[in-house]
Every structure is written in structure tokens, then in C-alpha cells.
């Protein structure tokens, strides 16, 4: 997602636009002007260029499949992005993660990225309050051979968070964490997940570009979920910037994801 624009599309004409329907029409603008687009990048030309240079020829089958289903689901802009799957598979691997979590799965492809990234006795905490999302992608996720890797609690993560921190053993458990849920909760998150990080290991938000309104005046045109959450990630990356038991690198990829590697 990137700069504001003056008009905000639907997501619905979004697609007219990358179809090249609509053209001609003053009211509208491209794709990556509008506040609510998964790219950051300055144009749909460049981030296209990436997908289908790097990503998509890439991307394995499971993938490509569980990314086409969740297409066609009505909420589909809370899925992550091709380009940062990709990007999480490979940071997967180079740091060697096993025990992973993952907080807010929606239908499982940045669950399916890791899954497909750990070894075969690697095992993903993956949390979400919907159900029915999950088991949407989870076909293709068993069709894909990594199921056993991956325990599923329903629910609220904070009160499971808790519950791990009373047990000693879990403290310094997991490689890798990965959150991508309610954004009013990130704070509360992070004050349970650096403990349950291992030293060395790395914790990754989503959205900490949260549709370029990080940068937006307060006037400007933006959907109202954004609006309502952008407060929120204002104050997870001014707390993450002066957390000193982190190390800290917020990457333009997707809508922005920082990742944080716990030194002490």
C-alpha cells in the first residue's frame, strides 16, 4: 500500500484498473496511489516487475494455489503478499528457525511459507480467532505435506501468551515469530513475545507501513480501518525504535514488515 491519493478506490476497482478497464476515467487513479494497495512501491509497473520476475516463477505450486483461493474470499486484503511470502521463506532459512509462531493466520499462506521453510520436525503456534478462514486454506496446506508441522489454536492469542509465560520452559522458545493480527494489540504483544523469543531469535510485525498513512496528514482520505488503526502503528514503531533489548529493520516489503532480533 503507498501514498495517499485524493481519491480512494474500492477494492473491486482496483482490479478494473490492472485490467485496464476505466481508463479515461479522471475520478480514478492508479492502483498505488491509493491508500489501501499492498505495495509500497512508486508504481504497479515496478512491483509487477518483481512478481513476476522473482516471485511468481518462483513460488511453489501450494502456494500459488492457497494465494489464487484466497483471492476470490471477500477479505482478501488481510492476506500477505506474494513478495513477502517469499521473503519469509527465505529469512526462514537463513536463520536456521524450527520452533515458530505465527499470531493471526487468516487462510495460511504466510503459515504455508514457514511451513514449506522448516524442517520436517520444525512446528509453527499458529493463532487465530476464525476458524473457518483457516480451514479454507488448510486443504492445500495438507495437499502441500506440511500439516503435522503446524498446531492451530482458535482464539484470542494474548490469554494463550500468558498461559506460556507461566511455564518457565517456554521462555526463549521460539526462533521465529511472526504477527500479523489486531493492530491495537501489537504493543501488548510485543511485551509477552520478547520474552518467549530466544536471544538471537527474530519477531517479525506486518503492516508497520500500514498503507503509507504513517506519513499521511491527518486529513487525508483513507478507508476507515485504516484511520482507525493508524494510531496504533504510529506507536509500535516509536516503541520498537526505543526498545533496547531489540535490534531493528523495517523493510518496504508488503505493506512494511520490521523485524526485530532480541539481543538480550
Excluded at 45 to 58: D, G, N
Excluded at 111 to 139: C, Q, S, V
Excluded at 219 to 238: C, I, Q, S, W
Aim: proline letters at 4%; charged letters at 25%.
Amino acid at each position: 500500500m503507498a501514498e495517499v491519493a485524493k481519491v480512494v478506490i474500492h477494492p473491486n476497482e482496483n482490479q478494473s484498473q490492472q485490467n485496464g478497464e476505466g481508463k479515461g476515467n479522471e475520478n480514478q487513479v492508479s492502483r498505488h496511489q491509493e491508500v489501501g494497495h499492498k505495495s509500497l512501491l512508486q508504481s504497479d509497473a515496478l512491483y509487477q516487475y518483481i512478481l513476476e520476475t522473482s516471485v511468481y516463477p518462483r513460488e511453489p505450486e501450494a502456494m500459488k494455489e492457497l494465494r489464487e483461493l484466497t483471492a476470490k474470499h471477500p477479505w482478501n486484503i488481510m492476506t500477505t503478499s506474494a513478495d513477502e511470502g517469499q521473503f519469509l521463506n527465505m529469512l526462514l532459512k537463513l536463520i536456521n528457525a524450527k520452533n515458530t509462531m505465527e499470531i493471526g493466520v487468516y487462510t495460511g499462506y504466510s503459515l504455508l511459507a514457514t511451513a514449506l521453510a522448516l524442517p520436517e520436525d520444525g512446528k509453527i503456534l499458529a493463532m487465530d480467532i476464525n476458524r473457518e478462514n483457516y480451514e479454507l486454506g488448510l486443504p492445500v496446506i495438507q495437499k502441500a505435506g506440511v500439516a503435522h508441522k503446524i498446531e492451530f489454536k482458535e482464539g484470542p492469542a494474548l490469554p494463550v501468551l500468558d498461559q506460556m509465560l507461566q511455564d518457565e520452559k517456554n521462555h526463549g522458545a521460539f526462533d521465529f515469530i511472526f504477527v500479523d493480527a489486531d493492530k491495537d494489540n501489537y504493543i501488548n504483544y510485543h511485551k509477552r513475545l520478547i520474552d518467549l523469543v530466544k536471544v538471537g531469535g527474530v519477531i517479525g510485525y506486518d503492516n508497520t507501513l500500514w498503507n503509507g498513512s504513517v506519513v499521511a496528514a491527518e486529513d487525508a482520505p483513507m478507508r476507515k480501518y485504516v484511520k482507525y488503526y493508524r494510531d496504533f502503528v504510529l506507536e509500535l514503531n516509536k516503541a520498537l525504535a526505543a526498545d533496547p533489548t531489540i535490534e531493528i529493520c523495517m523493510l518496504p516489503v508488503g505493506d512494511g514488515i520490521t523485524l526485530c532480533r532480541r539481543i538480550n
